[in-house]
């Protein structure tokens, strides 16, 4: 029974390459939350997606940033550009539905640092 | 805008101590709260708590809200060395679209030592 999945563990970009961060749900899961995690401070929301839709982007950052999740794949979060700001822990959850009143379950994360 | 505040932000104890950890909030339309471990991976679900009053508990570990004086608190018994981590405590908004939607704490970092 295989959790949320989250690869590659770590990625090391330069300033002004791209990041793609990729995230299996678990099994049965259509919903999908990205997660980040600043050095020193609390998990941040960024975006909740459906397969095929975006249904909440109000934590992610206006510029540069932009997630997917298709209806074949995995979810991508993608980073354009990045800079040593952006270096963090992003993490991604699933659940099985929309208010189902399911905990979220967390992948490993995605360790990011830019260089 | 929906706010978490932990307390304390870290605590170090030994084997065998009781420790109490806080978390108080404010969230618009509350619909659950919930606690986590995180040790340097992913965070662990522990406990998601929608009526105040009702304990929660598994093996050493309990938890309860109030949801009148909007707070939490996660108790840890015998502690044991493998309770180090940082624990963290979310709350769910129950508006529009947020489902999943957890506002995060910014963590107690609880070390054990032997």
């Known amino acids: 029974n295989a959790g949320v999945m989250q690869n590659p563990r770590h990625l090391v970009r330069r300033r002004g390459q791209e990041a793609r961060l990729r995230c299996s749900p678990m099994?049965?899961?259509?919903?999908v939350y990205w997660y980040r995690q600043l050095p020193e401070e609390g998990l941040k929301f960024m975006v909740y997606?459906?397969?095929?839709?975006?249904?909440?982007e109000s934590g992610m950052p206006k510029e540069r940033f932009s997630a997917e999740f298709p209806k074949e794949g995995p979810s991508i979060l993608r980073i354009q550009q990045v800079v040593r700001g952006d270096s963090a822990a992003y993490f991604c959850?699933?659940?099985?539905?929309?208010?189902?009143?399911?905990?979220?379950?967390f992948g490993n994360g995605t360790r990011l640092t830019v260089t | 805008e929906d706010k978490v505040v932990q307390s304390p932000l870290s605590l170090v104890v030994h084997e065998g101590d009781t420790v109490t950890l806080n978390c108080s909030y404010e969230v618009t339309n509350f619909r659950s709260l919930l606690w986590y471990k995180q040790e340097k991976k992913a965070p662990t679900f522990l406990f998601m708590l929608?009526?105040?009053?009702i304990e929660k508990k598994s093996g050493r570990l309990s938890s309860i809200l109030d949801k009148k004086e909007l707070f939490s608190i996660l108790n840890i018994t015998a502690t044991q060395t493998g309770d180090s981590a940082v624990y963290l405590c979310a709350v769910e908004d129950a508006g529009g679209t947020s489902y999943g939607k957890l506002t995060f704490g910014q963590g107690t970092i609880l070390t054990v030592h032997p």
């Open positions: 099994k049965g899961h259509s919903h």
């Open positions: 997606l459906q397969k095929e839709n975006i249904i909440d």
């Open positions: 929608t009526s105040s009053g």
């Open positions: 959850a699933s659940s099985p539905s929309m208010g189902g009143g399911s905990p979220l379950h």
